[in-house]
């Protein structure tokens, strides 16, 4: 298992466009594919669990990626999520 913390930087936050495509991108791996926010649990992989997770700019999340290709994950779901998320 591998895990980083991200600070949100879009100012828009983790809104249906970006969490649509984070959930594409986590589907691609075979890992299980988490954030960690306010204390609960959010499947990458679901855009409504994503969307649930009410994410808003400038917060702090951690990524969490459990399984055969976690570093490979961990590295571009972090990377986009580190950037403008195509916005």
């Known amino acids: 298992m591998v895990s980083k913390k991200i600070i949100i930087k879009d100012e828009l936050g983790l ?3 970006p969490a649509s495509k984070l959930a594409k991108m986590a589907a691609t791996y075979g890992s299980n ?8 649990e959010f499947d990458c992989k679901s855009v409504m669990f994503l969307m649930t997770a ?4 400038n917060s702090e999340i951690e990524l969490v990626c459990d399984g055969p290709d976690e570093e490979k994950a961990l590295a571009e779901l972090s990377a986009f999520l580190e950037s403008d998320m195509g916005d």
């Not at 594919?33 to 609960?40: R, T, V, Y």
């Not at 009410?54 to 700019?57: A, L, P």
């Open 15 to 17: 809104h249906m466009r």
């Open 33 to 40: 594919i988490k954030i960690l926010f306010n204390g609960k």
């Open 54 to 57: 009410c994410i808003k700019y």
